[in-house]
């Protein structure tokens, strides 16, 4: 969220900065709303100023104004409470300003490619798609998730059941071991305020999945993504500047209603409710996301490079990019059933946008700074699986393991039909 504090200092640069996400909003009034509150604000400090002084002087005449001081006070602390929280809520909807780098485009068409990498196979057959391939093995079972839970699920079975669970285990101790990350094992439920501080509420209320707890003083929801958790382990917290930056990765199941995908990717596994997700998340200087989001970028695509798996690495343009996000790079997998690379990870820069929210800041030369965050999918599993058994395919229905793979799957060098 946007600190008013900030966007004070110049309303104009503010508003003309958001035009950058093809974005109008009525600056008019938030400066309104703003002057009201500090005027509110004022007008309580010093009429509690005031019966402070009258308190201090026991002059009985005096009293009956106290009482009334304390009636206005009341008057304008609700009054001031309703202003502040009509502020708080345009800003908590107002996404993250593009960073100077991004370039200017309305959506994905606009995106620009910056790194293509990897040699996409060349079949001397038609290459079939994951699921074409998962079911022929009888390791995807699509018909009985329909059956069991609903449309967007899927039974992985036997040896594609562990490839998934290798493929997790690889990142991560990829992850762990050569990239610097502390693992993490995450609750996967958060509460509203934890999802109010990473941006998924309340601008994406739609999309997430809430739950019912016997405790119903706080809503809460399945985690959409381990970014989510991550990153809030800094909330409400001043960070001393020796523990930067923290790095952490967590492998966890993630849910995502999906809102607005009607008719898209309906068949497979590409776009499912339940999902998992090898998630990196750093918290650093304000002044180091830049670089920290190259660093972060080149360990996901590690990953691909070790799978040796095709792909491409996009910028985003400012009118693609996530709410929360001021610079994003998408890595995007080749996929030979559809012909062309889809997205695998993503990985964002969000600068103070999400600490500004959960309130994270940090000690520098005696001033409190907000925190910079980051977050990226190193890799999603999910489409691991399907990138492998697209890209290893083999004419007779069976796929090879890559090779940094058969450690981790007792040495197996090819998955065959049951």
Request: charged share 30%.
């Amino acid at each position: 969220m946007h600190n008013i504090k900030d966007i004070r200092k110049n309303y104009d640069h503010f508003a003309k900065s958001l035009e950058k996400r093809f974005l109008t909003i009525d600056i008019d009034k938030i400066k309104d709303l703003d002057e009201k509150n500090r005027a509110l604000i004022q007008k309580r400090e010093n009429l509690e100023q005031e019966k402070k002084e009258i308190s201090k002087s026991k002059d009985q005449s005096l009293f009956a104004r106290s009482k009334v001081i304390s009636k206005e006070i009341d008057v304008l602390t609700e009054e001031q409470n309703s202003i502040k929280n009509e502020l708080e809520q345009i800003l908590s909807n107002i996404p993250n300003i593009p960073h100077d780098d991004v370039p200017l485009g309305k959506d994905e068409n606009d995106n620009i490619e910056v790194l293509k990498s990897g040699k996409i196979p060349n079949f001397n057959f038609k290459a079939k798609s994951h699921y074409e391939i998962g079911e022929k093995l009888g390791m995807l079972d699509f018909d009985l998730a329909s059956k069991t839970t609903g449309s967007r699920f899927v039974f992985v079975k036997d040896k594609l059941a562990l490839l998934e669970r290798a493929i997790s285990n690889f990142m991560l101790d990829t992850h762990i071991n050569q990239n610097g990350y502390k693992e993490i094992s995450p609750p996967l439920i958060a509460s509203e305020n934890t999802m109010f501080g990473t941006g998924q509420l309340p601008k994406f209320e739609n999309d997430q999945f809430e739950i019912k707890l016997d405790d119903d003083s706080e809503r809460k929801f399945l985690i959409p993504t381990a970014e989510v958790i991550l990153t809030n382990v800094v909330k409400n917290q001043i960070v001393e500047k020796k523990n930067l930056p923290m790095r952490l990765v967590a492998s966890t199941p993630c849910f995502r209603k999906e809102a607005g995908s009607y008719g898209k990717d309906t068949k497979g596994m590409i776009r499912q409710h339940q999902f998992y997700k090898v998630e990196m998340v750093s918290i650093v200087e304000n002044d180091q996301c830049m670089s920290e989001l190259e660093r972060m970028t080149n360990c996901a695509t590690d990953i691909l490079d070790q799978l040796e798996l095709p792909y491409r690495k996009v910028i985003l343009c400012s009118g693609d990019m996530g709410f929360s996000a001021e610079k994003t790079y998408d890595i995007e997998v080749w996929l030979p059933s559809e012909n062309k690379y889809r997205e695998i990870s993503s990985c964002s820069s969000c600068s103070t946008f999400q600490s500004n929210r959960m309130k994270s800041r940090y000690k520098k030369n005696n001033d409190t700074m907000f925190l910079g965050t980051l977050n990226g999918s190193g890799l999603a599993v999910g489409r691991t699986l399907i990138a492998i058994l697209e890209n290893y395919q083999l004419e007779d229905g069976s796929v090879l393991v890559p090779s940094k793979l058969r450690p981790y799957m007792n040495n197996i060098d090819k998955i065959t039909a049951i």
